[in-house]
């Protein structure tokens, strides 16, 4: 099912992020900021970049288990999340876990243990069942985690490197289990370190870099930076300006540029330009409009 990127409202069953910026602690460096982001109904959508550059905080405030700094997230699909580390020392067995959850979600014991039974079979732990979560190897307490998250048919499936620990018939399962959450209507964000996870069935992927996001390919197929954007013209030099960020770079004429940057790394660009040794002059400064809600 292809989703539906038109602008508009956010729908409760997507989810939108506006702006947003998180740092940990006080005056601790933004980890991510100006960030718009929208995973749709029905949409796979893949973030990428190199270690410690936020996607894991990127996943926990789209999951909803961690909130922003600034800015809003949007809508409220029913969520469930395999992180990149499952708290394994629980008291429960693998089923006895899986069946407890069930019932949070809603279902009946008598169901909720036959759906944890078939999830475990599913991903080749049935022989696992009755095994406490802290005695399980790491790659068994991985398909437990797997499983939580799907026995819950979630409206939004957030995976943070879900595949890791997984053998090969495991992965292969999940890889199914994440068709098949899409075919049901239900949106997938996923973090994985393998480029050729999903390899081309992706509707969507975002990197980060510098704490920004940028479209690799986007919903409405187009890409760059996403999030709030400022424009700024300076002439000086026949060389383009090496600058801080990712940016898109239009030359006016032989000394002229104009470069888009995220607004989030307006200032430093600009003193960027400002401190260049000879110094570029800098014509205007422009702040793009704010992208729609629901882009
Ligand atoms: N709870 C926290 N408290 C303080 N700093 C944190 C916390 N969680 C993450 N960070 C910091 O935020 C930055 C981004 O971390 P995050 O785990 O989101 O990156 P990542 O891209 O998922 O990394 P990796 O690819 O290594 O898993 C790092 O500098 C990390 O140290």
Redesign the pocket.
Known sequence: MRPDPSPGPVASRNVALRNVGRR??LA??W?LRGVDLDVPAGALVRVQ????????????LVAGIDSPSEGRVVGRPRTAYVP?RFPAALPFTALGYLTHLGRVHGLVRAVAEREAGEWLERFGAAGYARTPLAELSKGSSQKVAVAQALLAAPELLVL??AWTGLDTAARGELDRAVAERTAAGGAVLF?D?DPARLAGLPDATYR?EGSSLSVVNGLDGVSGPVGRQVTVTASGSGRDPELPCPHTLTRLDARTVRVTVPATHSDSVLRTLLNARPPWHVVAVRTEPAPPEGR
Do not use: M
Request: proline share 4%; charged share 20%; glycine share 22%.
């Open positions: 940990y602690g601790g460096p980890v970049g190199a270690n410690g550059t936020g996607k894991s905080t990127l996943l926990r990149e943070d490197e973090v370190h980060i």
